[in-house]
């Protein structure tokens, strides 16, 4: 059953507004540059064939895209697509730029990527946000900004836009709550904006948005973290807090106000220890960084230092860190159970503290799937379960969902000065 | 966020085929068809209105649709809707209709809708499945359909496909897996269809397929439940077992092999009963029928009978019996709070034998939610409990769904023989 099955949805059939020559020109531009950014390189004809339009309407999109510096050319000719051989069109490696920001308990990460996904400029600080009021948060995080646009600018990167990347439920732009930051009701967007104004005024001052830190973890993950045809995953990330994501079919699942995917508070246990969110037994109180340092004897206040710790620990041997990771995998793989049970994606994707410590997560966390998922599908070694690759992150996400908005439409993000 | 940022979805654009004349007719006549099912009553002038196609064009597609009887037309004028006043148009009452046939583990329902969704014919047999050869369950429910059937052509119905609701895991039309009836790897579309053509060989034999259950219940509640605007819903269904489903913005979510919302098997506790799916502590060892009603002191193998007992005990404020539903509540608030944490429905709705026992269970598990959901959006008082619709479950949502077929290509389903 599919779409069409399920109701009434869409029983109103207004017709379409029919598209003009600009609104079809502007969609065409697009489909042109994204065809490009997902060869990598192309040629004229290439295109033509890929997008189904003329070869001279291409050779018109592409002088356009070539005059605002989205595409730029080099004089090889390449003739390993349809048509005659041509010079190779790639997308641009200079200009546009989107700038991600990960805003969490106790780092701040920002990272910059060109107009092709890569990761052009990254810098992270590890300091503790903790107990800190939001705007001087913000302020910090813009003062880190600013610092990885100054390089930026070196490379000839043309920001347009920043999304921040928060671990808490984000509604309208607006941070609900983030507990683990003891955020409530914080519009995180124009405060973080004007810092940044104001450390660099030369630059236009640029929009900012705002959304969930897992999600854009897992968005991360879709797009950069070589997956092949995996196309539905539950997406954890183990950090202070615990946050989670849900894709389908290659789409994030936001849920009906924007909050799902919130794995970090499923029940473990009635009367668990009480987690910062007011309930009790979350996960979290299980399986969250501090619950994991604590567990295997180290200072939980330690952060990505204690964590590196637990991993050195965890490689010799060590009994207590062993004990800790097993304890957290069997409380993972048995939530993580019920959550594959609910929504039956192909894998389960670890990151954040996870990926380090996933050599000793792994195995337990498997087990209980193995003997918990009602399909079948999930035996211990069916490599379903994964550590999120090091190429995607969260803020990587952020940015290359401002980079998105380009791609899908580029003149609304063209180069106003003339060159 | 919406889907263009989530990734490489239909990165390839190959150019649509061209619609024939036909192509558009046939869809068209669905157009029209499924305007005068919606609005229940219409003129032509008010389907044109409405499907933005010219007066004359819904002439012609409405001849034909009155032509093959899939619409009637009445003599009354009626001037509410757009344009002059007209004949009202319905769907036929006669005619084609669909089958639906639930196999649960200690019933069968069979149930035969019209074009318009309405319930004509309804046949309920409580009986035991358990440990009963397929083929002869399969057989007892071809008897059971057949004894509709014959009800539903004295009222001129005249069936074009069954559909079969089922306890379990299904794909690609077979039954994965039903722990609670002890099904595994069963085909029971052809021996369905094959056993009620020999009891009603007059009939053509019926395209059967195969459906999980609690879909085709929280389908139902879709299209008959009377939900109004709310369109993404976590639906539970209590039976033998503890099934469940997701709807999200009015799409049934299936997941990635179409096992999805199997909340059953949740785990509650690391060291529970031992469940029939193999693992221990899954959800339907503490709230399924067979769990509440030993709790409560009544004999599990009563059955529908038992179930009535324990309201008429709840009611009579009998305290095991209470206490049995409380605990049962809150062990279910406990598992719906992290299903809420993770998908984040608008509400959440509880049928088959939770829909007797709602007054009870709402209170423990509107109070878990409460505390649990971390959106802070689920106040105990909130309405988003809700008891599922007497006018929907599991076997008029299987009926209703072949019935989607035909309102989706009406000439597929045009009687053959001359009228």
Known sequence: MNGNHTGHAGRRS?????ADRETVRRHNLSLVLRAVRDEVEMTRAGVAARVGLTRAAVSSLVEQLLDSRFLSESGKTFSGQAGRPGTVLKVARTGVAG????INVDYVAVCVVDLAGTDRVRLVEHLDNRGTPPAQVLGRAAGIAARALASAAEQELRPVGAALALPGLIAAGTVRQAPNLGWIGVEAGAPFAEALHAL????????????NEANLAALAELWFGGLGDLRSF???????????????????????NGFAGEIGHVPVAADGPRCRCGAR????????QSALLRAAGIDERAGAAGVAELELRAREGDRPAVSALTQAGLTLGRVLSGAVNLFDPDAVILGGIYRPLFPWLAPPVGAELADRVVSGLWPG????????????????????LVVQDVLADPVAYAHRESH
Request: include cysteine.
């Open 14 to 18: 207004p017709l379409e507004p029919k």
């Open 99 to 102: 700038v991600g920001v990960e």
């Open 200 to 211: 660099r005024p030369a630059l236009p001052a640029l929009p900012v948005r705002s959304e």
């Open 234 to 256: 539950l997406y954890l990330t183990g950090e202070i807090g615990v946050g989670g994501a849900l894709v389908l079919d290659g789409e994030l699942l936001r849920g009906a």
């Open 281 to 288: 037994g979350c996960l979290e109180q299980y399986a969250g």
């Open 381 to 400: 070694d069916s490599g379903r379960v994964r550590a999120s690759s090091p190429a995607a992150d969260a803020a990587r996400g952020a940015a290359a």
